[in-house]
């Protein structure tokens, strides 16, 4: 087998930077990776298995690897679909060599190692109970200036629809000072922005008691070269107030707070195992707008769920009008293996879901319309992201997470990575439009 690689990646950020893990693994073990799957001795499927059939998707796909299996190539099947289905691969797609889930990871070189040696069934399959974490010095981040930190891996919370807890395996963080090691050397290889990561960050227990999750975010923004710090996924359960504190004491702490409800019915929450209500959630909401800073509030939404009422939807809307929202990833409830709710009886016809998906959204643009105007005139500093050449305009991200498009007149459009500051001149339900500051 040649010691080239091919990597495909679907599914969340906690996947995406896994694979930056797998690929610095790889390389450190000899292997370099090739952008065309032609080229490659071994092509590795970090798959998702988070809604919609993703198993089915899975299969489809190495049904068209399987054309490539006689030029001697080996095929790795790694993440979510990979510890839902496990031996299930070989027999299904038998010229799999290695089948393993994202909390075996870091057996990986053990595993390479039988995969050169010309061993067959592979697998990373038990280590879901594990109070281990996949850390590596070997990240090969794609973004030079903003990268992923994984704080803590697996989830506890067991929602009835979520296959994470049986993906991922159990709850365990890294200690903070590993976690602070990590985020000095990227501030000293260049980086400004750190995104901190995890299936519920706000759960983060520092193995060694030495830091809340609110004290760990503190001290990753006190980095010195640091200017921006993001956390994701956070749980209203776990969300305590020393969150909200921080950002409002640390100016590099991001303006932004990812909070999913799911559902603004108390009935469905219960439904779902979220273990809170309708008014706790807004409590914690309360917190956040209470804020010194303007944090802008973001959130996910199942619409669909086994039993949802129309009664059930209309608080869910009128949650969305009362927070106000500045995104929502809104998603219908897609049944899924070993969890609690693909037996829930009651459950909602497709048609019913699209269109309570379409009610909730055309709301939400509504609201997101509003929000957005609000930012006329305003000058934020954006980060860099990118340019759109035909348009002459640059792309940068405000500190609130949005997106903004702006024009220069300097001769040399600003480089990606850099900030700029930037007065808003037009307002979109989703982006901004602006021009950069004469500096
Ligand atoms: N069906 C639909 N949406 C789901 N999510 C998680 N599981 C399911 C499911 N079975 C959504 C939740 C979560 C986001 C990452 O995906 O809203 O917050
Ligand atoms: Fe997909 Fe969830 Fe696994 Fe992320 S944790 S890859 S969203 S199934």
Known sequence: MSKTFYIETFGCQMNAHDSEKVIGTLEHEGYSRVQDEADAGLILYNTCSIRDKAEQKVFHRLNEYKKLQGEGKKFAVIGCVAQQ????????????SLVSGSASYRNLPQMLARLEAGEQRITGLDDRQTDETFETPFVARTNPH??????????????????VPYTRGKERSRTANSVLDEAIRMADAGFTEIQLLGQNVNSYHDPSAKMTFAELLAAVGSIPGIRRVRFTTSHPRDFTKDIVDAIDAVPTLCDHVHLPVQSGSTNVLRAMAREYTRDWYLERISWIKAAKRNISITSDIIVGFPGETEEDLEQTATLLEEVGYDAIFAFKYSPRPNTPAINMADSIPEEVKVKRLQILLDRQRETQRLNYERHLGEVMELMVEG???????????????????????????????SYVSVRITQTFPNSLLGEALAS
Not at 85 to 96: L, M, N, S, T, W
Not at 388 to 416: D, E, H, M, Y
């Open 85 to 96: 289905e496990g031996e299930k691969i070989f027999d299904k797609a038998p010229y799999v």
């Open 146 to 163: 903003r990268g992923y930190i994984t704080i803590i891996e697996g989830c506890d919370k067991f929602c009835a629809y979520c296959v």
């Open 387 to 417: 340019h759109n050449r035909q348009r002459n305009q640059v792309i940068g991200r405000s500190t609130q997470n949005k997106t903004v498009n702006f024009t220069t007149t300097q001769p040399i459009l600003p480089a990606t990575g």
